[in-house]
C-alpha cells in the first residue's frame, strides 16, 4: 500500500485541479444517493459496537446519521470550491544579485491516518488530501469498518470516474493492532502520520513510528469568566461548551471563575446545566454555590478530559491566576475568555497557549468546518509543522523557487 501510495502521490501532484475539483463534486453526489447503503453498514458497526459494551461518548462518535452524511457531501463541495494550493508562490523577493527567490505551496506526499470511531474521518481525511495533492493511507478503528470500507468504495468510484490515482485513497481493510505498527515502520513510504483518537492511541503511535506525527494528545479546554463579564452570555457559553457534544475533544472540561463574579454565575450554572445531566467538581469557594450537582474537587479532575457531562470548576483570583491554571493544567487544545474589557481579551488572546483561543464564544468552535477550512484532518496541538484544525493549506508545505539569469556564486 505504501508503494502504491507514493507513485498514486506523484501523479497526484501534477493533477489538474479541474479533475480534484470534479472528484470532489461527484463524491458529494455519491454521499447522497448512496446514503442508504452507507448507513446500513453504519448500522452493522453500531450493532456490534453495542453487543461489545461500547460506551455513550464512542457510540456518538461512531454513529452516522442523514445530517451528518448531509454535512460530509456539504464538506466535500466546500473542499472542492477551495483555492487550489499545490503550485502557488506565495511569497517572492529580488536579491541583489538579480536572483528572484519565492515560496512555493507543495504536497505533503504520502499521509498516514490512524483514527478511533468516527467513520466521517474517512471522507473529510480523502477530500483534504486529495485537494492538497497528498495521497492518504486511512487505518480506521475496528469497530467502524463495514462504514469506513462502504465509504472507501464510494471514493474510489468518484476518483476513477475524474481520471484519478485510485491508490491516492486506501483503506487499510485489516482491523489488528499490527496493522498499526506496520504503518508507523513505514518511513521510506509514508511522510507523515496523524493518529486521531484516544490518548492511548496517540501515545502508542508517537512511540512506534519511524516518520514524523502531528498529534494531540487531549483536549483539555477551559473558559475563564472574567471580572464584569456578561454572566448571561458566559452561562449560555459554558452550556454549550459542556453540553451539546461532551464526548469530542473541543468539549468545555474546565469553569475558571473570577471571584467577583462567582456569587452571581455559578447559582446560575448549577441551574442551568444538571437539567442537561451535568455535574461538578468544584473547588472549595465554588462547591457551597453549586448545588447538589457537585461533589469535592480532587487534584487529578483539574487537567483531566472527562469526555462526560462532568465539568470542573474553580474560583481564581484574578487572570494572573487564570492563566497560571491553564498553563498548569491545559493540554494546547482550546482556551476561551467571556470578557467585556478588551485589554484583558488581547491579553488573554495573546498569553493562553492554545491551538485556538477565543473571546466570548464556545470552545466548540475549535474546528475546521467551523473556522472556515471546509474539514479538518485533525487538530494539530503541536507546533510543528502546523498548529490548530488541519485543512487544506495545512496539509502543504513549501520549497523555495529561483529564478536566475546565468548567476554563478562569487
Known amino acids: 500500500m505504501g508503494k502504491r501510495a507514493g507513485a498514486a502521490a506523484r501523479k497526484l501532484a501534477a493533477a489538474a485541479p479541474a479533475a480534484k475539483i470534479d472528484a470532489l463534486i461527484r463524491l458529494a453526489g455519491l454521499l ?15 450493532a456490534a459496537a ?5 460506551d455513550a461518548p464512542r457510540m456518538d462518535r461512531l454513529r452516522l446519521t442523514p445530517r451528518i452524511m448531509a454535512e460530509m457531501a456539504a464538506a466535500c463541495r466546500h473542499v472542492a470550491g477551495l483555492p487550489d494550493p499545490v503550485g502557488a508562490v506565495e511569497t517572492q523577493w529580488q536579491r541583489p544579485n538579480g536572483l528572484l527567490v519565492g515560496r512555493m505551496r507543495i504536497p505533503l506526499g504520502v499521509i498516514a491516518i490512524i483514527y478511533e470511531s468516527r467513520p466521517n474521518v474517512t471522507i473529510d481525511s480523502a477530500i483534504l488530501c486529495l485537494k492538497a495533492g497528498n ?14 470500507l ?8 468518484a476518483m476513477a470516474a475524474s481520471g484519478l490515482p485510485g491508490d491516492a485513497v486506501q483503506v487499510v481493510s485489516r482491523t489488528d493492532r499490527a496493522a498499526v505498527g506496520a504503518l508507523c515502520a513505514l518511513e521510506q513510504y509514508i511522510d507523515v502520520i496523524i493518529p486521531r483518537g484516544g490518548e492511548t492511541l496517540i501515545r502508542a503511535v508517537v512511540q512506534q513510528a519511524t516518520m514524523p506525527v502531528l498529534k494531540h494528545y487531549k483536549g483539555v479546554c477551559h473558559a475563564y469568566v472574567d471580572a464584569g463579564a456578561d454572566l448571561g452570555q458566559a452561562v449560555e457559553i459554558v452550556f454549550n ?8 475533544c473541543n468539549a468545555l472540561e474546565c469553569l475558571l471563575v473570577h471571584k467577583d463574579e462567582a456569587a452571581a454565575l455559578l447559582p446560575a450554572v448549577a441551574a442551568r446545566l444538571p437539567p442537561a445531566g451535568v455535574t461538578f467538581r468544584a473547588c472549595p469557594a465554588s462547591l457551597p454555590l453549586l448545588g447538589d450537582a457537585a461533589t469535592a474537587a480532587a487534584p487529578e479532575d483539574y487537567g483531566m478530559e472527562f469526555h462526560d457531562l462532568i465539568l470542573a470548576v474553580r474560583v481564581v483570583d484574578d487572570m494572573d491566576e487564570a492563566l497560571a491554571h491553564i498553563a498548569a493544567h491545559g493540554s494546547n487544545h482550546t482556551e476561551i475568555i467571556c470578557t467585556r474589557d478588551h ?21 466548540r468552535f475549535n474546528d ?28 502543504t508545505t513549501t520549497k523555495f523557487v529561483v529564478f536566475g539569469a546565468g548567476q554563478v556564486r562569487e
Open 241 to 248: 461548551g459542556k453540553v451539546q457534544r461532551p464526548g469530542v
Open 368 to 395: 475546521g468546518g467551523q473556522l472556515g477550512l471546509g474539514a479538518e484532518i485533525g487538530i494539530s496541538t503541536s507546533k510543528l509543522h502546523s498548529y490548530g484544525p488541519m485543512g487544506v493549506q495545512e496539509l
Open 135 to 148: 495521497a492518504v493511507i486511512l487505518r480506521g478503528g475496528s469497530e467502524a469498518i463495514h462504514s469506513n
Open 50 to 54: 453495542a453487543a461489545a459494551g461500547m
Open 150 to 157: 462502504a465509504l472507501a468504495g464510494l471514493i474510489a468510484e
Open 32 to 46: 447522497e444517493s448512496r446514503e442508504a447503503d452507507i448507513l446500513a453498514a453504519n448500522a452493522k458497526d453500531l
Open 343 to 363: 485589554g484583558r481579551a488581547m491579553r488573554f488572546l495573546r498569553e493562553a497557549d492554545a491551538s485556538m483561543v477565543a473571546v466570548n464564544a464556545s470552545t
